[in-house]
């Protein structure tokens, strides 16, 4: 079953209080306290924090992955309408079809004794193509993500192909069930700046052309500030700030947010002193202003 979404009433993604509770060793956790957010055609919403602040958590419970027997959830999740939350069945219906995850590591994510093609075809079968459709699919698919020569590609195992490439890889077979919302989860953070800047550009050209929705979760400012519509900086578990991207990084309302963009290093000036100062050298790298990200 796939779900028809209209373009302009109804969301791709409305969460509403969504609440995630863990059940621990030592007690029962709640990762997640009450969000909520939307994401409608063509919209990037970015999810924004430290190191367990609960983005990534947020994005797995969306996407329905977090383990019956470990996470209590209430709240609301809905995917075109339907509330995944209420019908436990509809999100096994749509992940990998309407709504597909961008992994974060390319090096863990495929299974290293299974070539790209096999892995990428597998994920097209499921989405409902035959044998034949998928072989061509595929090769269309790696065209898109701009991998060149893929048929040959297809041959290929993970390890016989680069980071960025395996990123290419994964956002393919996101794509192979012709999404409308892609779940990126930190999906450049494995790569080097250059690379990155490749990735979220091959993101960005998909969605102008597709019209596809991303949750991006990122820890990474810069990452945010290019990419996003709007931004959620998360603490604890719950949103201290949201607004449209350029107004949370460039006049933030919250401490937290402040000190989060002032703890992003700086490139000062290379300019030789002339005369050490008297703490030694002058430093090539300075805080960054609340005002900057870089």
């Given at each position: 079953?796939?779900?028809?979404?209209?373009?302009?009433?109804?969301?791709?993604?409305?969460?509403?209080?969504l609440q995630v509770e863990l059940i621990t060793a030592t007690g029962v956790v709640r990762a997640v306290d009450g969000v909520s957010f939307v994401i409608r055609r063509g919209e990037t919403v970015t999810l924004i924090g430290?190191?367990?602040?609960?983005?990534?958590?947020?994005?797995?419970?969306?996407?329905?992955?977090?383990?019956?027997?470990?996470?209590?959830?209430?709240?609301?999740?809905?995917v075109g309408g339907v509330d995944l939350l209420t019908d436990r069945s509809a999100a096994g219906r749509i992940r990998g079809r309407m709504v597909s995850l961008i992994p974060q590591d390319p090096m863990t994510s495929l299974s290293p004794v299974h070539t790209v093609g096999a892995q990428l075809k597998g994920a097209i079968r499921l989405a409902g193509h035959s044998k034949a459709a998928a072989e061509r699919r595929a090769v269309e698919l790696l065209e898109a993500v701009r991998i060149p020569q893929p048929a040959e590609q297809l041959r290929k195992y993970p390890h016989q192909l680069s980071g960025g490439m395996l990123q290419r890889v994964l956002i393919a077979i996101a794509l192979a069930g012709h999404p409308v919302l892609l779940v990126a989860d930190e999906?450049?953070?494995a790569l080097d700046v250059t690379v990155q800047a490749g990735i979220l550009d091959l993101l960005m050209e998909l969605q102008e052309r597709t019209g596809i929705g991303i949750l991006m979760i990122t820890h990474d400012l810069g990452v945010a500030r290019l990419v996003s519509d709007r931004i959620h900086v998360m603490r604890g578990g719950r949103f201290v700030e949201s607004g449209e991207a350029e107004q949370v990084v460039d006049a933030p309302r919250e401490d937290y947010t402040r000190r989060l963009l002032a703890a992003v290093p700086q490139l000062g000036p290379m300019d030789t002193p002339t005369a050490p100062s008297p703490a030694g050298a002058t430093a090539v790298v300075h805080e960054a202003s609340p005002g900057g990200t870089r």
């Open positions: 079953m796939v779900f028809p979404i209209p373009h302009d009433t109804v969301p791709i993604l409305e969460v509403t209080d430290e190191s367990g602040s609960g983005k990534s958590t947020t994005a797995m419970g969306v996407l329905q992955l977090l383990p019956d027997d470990l996470a209590v959830m209430s709240g609301s999740v809905k999906p450049t953070s």
